[in-house]
Nanobody, 122 residues
Framework: QLQPVESGGGLVQPGGSLRLSCAAS????????IAWFRQAPGKEREGVAC????????HYADSVKGRFTISKDKAKSTVYLQMNSLKPEDTAVYYC???????????????WGQGTQVTVSS
């Protein structure tokens, strides 16, 4: 069964950058959609960005547009979330999720990683 594995979280100062990785051997296939979600303490989980493998299309939450970039390295079976200009409100546990076909930040996903903590603080 597909099991996404996240890495790359940590502590960063406001304005800094981090790159999250999500790896799964099945990501070499073109029928998966991969998304990043986040959940801050006391808040609901929200979709951040997603990627459709078949056509390379992406979607972003308004709160991260222009700051975050999702991409996929097929050869490495890895999806990345490059996060720039980080703000304290980006602090959350970030989860990688995978499902079939086309991505959306409002759909259900079938496979979830364990999450990685991102803390933005001075």
């Amino acid at each position: 069964q597909l099991q996404p594995v996240e890495s790359g979280g940590g502590l960063v100062q406001p304005g800094g950058s981090l790159r999250l990785s999500c790896a799964a051997s099945e990501f070499t296939l073109d029928y998966y959609a991969i998304a990043w979600f986040r959940q801050a303490p006391g808040k609901e989980r929200e979709g951040v960005a997603c990627f459709t493998s078949s056509d390379g299309s992406t979607h972003y939450a308004d709160s991260v547009k222009g700051r975050f970039t999702i991409s996929k390295d097929k050869a490495k079976s890895t999806v990345y979330l490059q996060m720039n200009s980080l703000k304290p409100e980006d602090t959350a546990v970030y989860y990688c999720a995978a499902g079939y076909y086309y991505c959306s930040l409002n759909r259900m996903y079938d496979y979830w990683g364990q999450g990685t903590q991102v803390t933005v603080s001075s």
